[in-house]
């Protein structure tokens, strides 16, 4: 199994999730880019977000992908983070009409519910990736749709950063983060009675560059992959 022990070429100190996110919060939005997540959602074929009447939003973070949900003409949003500090923020933004503190793996939603459920940026944080399909597995319903987007495991490993953010203080900290290959997605989602159909990469190119001058040394690779998985 791939660790990121194994290509990490930083060597921050690395905290947990609630941590990390808790003190991220003030600053999160301006330095997470649309392009990492919303951009490759933007390129998807498959979903018809107006038709999926209700979604759940799994590591909701502060609400963007919620906005985002809501923007396309999902109809309700719920929303379950492990962290209030940002559960706070995406309550302010009111684009949920629901919003838990849990474990992704046990969120306390109904089951068979959604005909959607989403996750962004979140899948480098967990240990293992079955507890999330298991979950989103029982969360939709017949015919749903789950689709996560996050980190490329080309693209982690190339550039050895783990997920990161600067403290007040000026501090360089990562947050607990595991490298997951495209095949552990597809052993782990199908395990569980997922059916694959979609899945999108976005590369390193020209937006990347000009927003991330010094990334110009990653051009062409993968920094970012969607899944689109239908429950059968």
């Known amino acids: 199994m791939a660790q990121f022990a194994d290509f990490d070429s930083r060597g921050y100190p690395m905290v947990d999730v609630r941590t990390g996110y808790g003190q991220w919060v003030g600053s999160y ?4 880019e649309d392009l990492m997540d919303l951009a490759v959602l933007e390129r998807l074929t498959v979903p018809d977000w107006a038709a999926a009447g209700r979604a759940a939003d799994l590591g909701c973070g502060t609400g963007r992908t919620g906005v985002w949900l809501w923007a396309q003409g999902v109809g309700a949003v719920d929303g379950v983070d492990l962290t209030p500090e940002m559960l706070a923020l995406a309550g302010a933004k009111g684009a949920h009409d629901l919003l838990v503190e849990a474990d992704l793996a046990a ?3 109904p089951g068979g519910g959604y005909g959607l459920v989403v996750s962004s940026l979140v899948d480098e944080h967990l240990a293992d990736l079955t507890p999330l399909y298991r979950e989103a597995y029982r969360l939709a319903a017949p015919g749903g749709l789950c689709v996560l987007v ?3 495991p080309q693209f982690i490993m190339a550039a050895g950063m ?4 600067t403290t007040d203080a000026g501090e360089d900290v990562a947050i607990d983060t595991h490298l997951h290959l495209v095949s552990d997605h597809l052993t782990a989602a199908l395990a569980e009675g997922w059916q694959l159909a979609e899945m999108r990469e976005g590369t390193v190119g020209e937006e990347w560059i000009a927003l991330k001058p010094k990334w110009s040394r990653f051009r062409g690779v993968p920094v970012s992959a969607a899944y689109v998985w239908r429950k059968v």
Request: without cysteine; glycine residues 14%.
């Open 162 to 165: 783990p997920t990161h953010f």
């Open 107 to 109: 969120t306390g939603l």
């Open 29 to 32: 939005e301006r330095t997470v």
């Open 150 to 152: 996050g980190l490329h």
